[in-house]
């Protein structure tokens, strides 16, 4: 079994910048593909990037395409998300998960097997 546990969430003014971790621990996740998601109060989660098990692809929504880079640390188990130029309407709950095939991105959460408990990430005006 693989355990996520994200950081780095929180308060930030709009323009702001934060950096979120998912640790992954159980075992190693370095042959799995990661991606984050998030939820917006009312609204269904949604895709936020994708990175495959070598770190060399990835694939960002739109939405945060420029602002949003995702990485990951094999050594460390560890996925990124590094948020800059913040804005009101990135406020969710931010979730990792992990893809058992580590060529693929899918933007579909349904094909995802591991998820973390979220990290809550608030901007404001």
């Known amino acids: 079994q693989v355990q996520l546990v994200e950081s780095g969430g929180g308060l930030v003014q709009a323009g702001g910048s934060l950096r979120l971790s998912c640790a992954a621990s159980?075992?190693?996740?370095?042959?799995?593909?990661m991606a984050w998601f998030r939820q917006a109060p009312g609204k269904e989660r949604e895709f936020v990037a994708a990175?495959?098990?070598?770190?060399?692809?990835?694939d960002h929504a739109d939405s945060v395409k420029g602002r949003f880079t995702i990485s990951r640390d094999n050594a460390k188990n560890t996925v990124y998300l590094q948020m800059n130029s913040l804005k009101p309407d990135d406020t969710a709950v931010y979730t990792c998960?992990?893809?058992?095939?580590?060529?693929?991105?899918?933007?579909?959460?349904?094909?995802?097997?591991?998820w973390g408990q979220g990290t809550e990430v608030t901007v404001s005006l």
């Open positions: 998960a992990a893809h058992i095939n580590g060529w693929r991105m899918p933007i579909s959460d349904s094909e995802y097997i591991y």
């Open positions: 159980g075992r190693s996740v370095s042959s799995y593909a």
């Open positions: 990175i495959t098990y070598t770190g060399s692809n990835t």
